[in-house]
């Protein structure tokens, strides 16, 4: 990665009153790509996620994947002048992303109709769980809750044999898509913004994304069919277990060639496309007996030769030691003060400008006194009047 490059959105600068995961993670990504992010905190605590798991030396790492890069402001938002000092901010702002429930950014008088009067080219972004309008926007919305009303918890309950009860989760796939299409909005809106002149308002609505998400499953759902599709399962290794997924015609040729299995091509079963999609257990339990003599790695070995799609089921730990993610420069290596931990970049690659983590993992309100310098030319007198009257930190 050449150090002469710069970064995409070097020069835009972004007011980030996000919290928790979804806004963070979208403002994270816009860090990467080299836009100045101002995370506006609370001066008690700021973002719970800084008190989360895991810790060490009282710093959380949780709490510096997602801000990595970022400058924090601590500030009383319900005083009126710190609200005056917010808009004056805004006005000097490129992009602003929140996460409140509906209705909050409103009360502290800094919607996005109120600011489009301060700064017309603002890019606003709005992400919540249902959405700013329709029955449920003021809903309160974490993860869990949308994968629940989305659908995606019993649509995967449908795939998994044998189980009466939605699967226990643990991954918040609806914050880091809501986030993921925060961020390409926002990017859109900066393009549009440079054919107008003008910003726009974007709401992004988490459920919305967990749906959309179901591609297959809401087709099936106006058009049922008659035999469920081919499900992808753990097939049992020596040693564990690989993902092997023969979809095409060609990779179930290559499967039965590296198996030694060529008579399989004329077994009634697996003659055609669709005779392999009837009998799909079948196929998986004539691959289990293969992969069952060998050990998981030999197994991927010998498939992967022959050009059959499959991987080794692996942990986290074995996955940051990966050799193609070090190849790809996949991660970097942060330091809180607690010592060196890597956190992901961006999973693409620019040829002509940089995306990945920046080294700034700021304390709470440790950037408030220069944001104010910097950018409002706020003298070391009136930052400090700020400061004995309890509006920030």
Request: net charge negative.
């Amino acid at each position: 990665m050449a150090e002469t490059m710069v970064g995409a959105l070097d020069g835009i600068r972004v007011l980030d009153f996000t919290a928790v995961m979804a806004g963070p993670y979208a403002t994270r990504m816009l860090a990467d790509l080299g836009a100045e992010v101002v995370k506006v905190e609370t001066m008690t605590g700021g973002d719970q996620v800084r008190a989360r798991p895991p810790l060490r030396d009282g710093k959380s790492r949780y709490f510096a994947q997602l801000n990595a890069g970022k400058r924090s402001l601590a500030c009383d938002l319900k005083s009126p002048k710190m609200q005056d000092t917010i808009r004056a901010l805004v006005a000097k702002c490129d992009v602003l992303v929140e996460n409140f429930r509906p209705g909050v950014m409103a009360r502290l008088g800094l919607d996005h109709e109120t600011l489009l009067k301060v700064n017309p080219r603002l890019v606003y972004c709005s992400i919540s769980g249902y959405g700013q309008k329709g029955p449920k926007a003021h809903s309160p919305a974490y993860a869990p809750v949308i994968h629940a009303s989305s659908g995606f918890d019993l649509t995967n309950l449908e795939y998994q044999d044998g189980s009466e009860t939605p699967a226990t989760g643990g991954i918040f796939i609806a914050d880091v898509l809501g986030g993921t299409h925060a961020f390409g909005a926002i990017q859109t809106a900066l393009f549009q913004r440079e054919r107008t002149g003008l910003g726009q308002f974007i709401d992004v609505s988490m459920l919305e994304a967990m749906v959309g998400m179901l591609v297959y499953e809401m087709q099936v759902a106006q058009q049922p069919l008659d035999e469920r599709r081919p499900l992808y399962k753990p097939l049992r290794t020596r040693d564990g277990f690989i993902m092997v997924a023969p979809t095409s015609p060609g990779n179930f040729l290559s499967l039965i060639k590296a198996m030694g299995r060529d008579t399989l091509a004329q077994d009634p079963r697996f003659v055609t496309n669709a005779d392999r999609n009837r009998n799909w257990d079948d196929l998986l339990a004539e691959t289990e007996a293969w992969t069952i003599q060998h050990r998981s790695q030999e197994a991927e070995a010998i498939l992967s030769a022959k050009g059959v799609p499959c991987a080794v089921y692996r942990t986290v730990e074995e996955v940051m030691e990966d050799d193609q993610l070090a190849a790809r420069n996949a991660f970097t290596t942060l330091d809180d003060g607690a010592g060196p931990f890597k956190v992901t970049n961006p999973p693409f690659q620019m040829s002509a400008s940089t995306a990945h983590a920046r080294a700034h993992l700021a304390a709470l309100g440790e950037d408030g006194a220069n944001v104010m310098r910097e950018i409002l030319d706020m003298r070391d007198e009136e930052i400090e009047n700020y400061r004995n009257e309890g509006l920030m930190l």
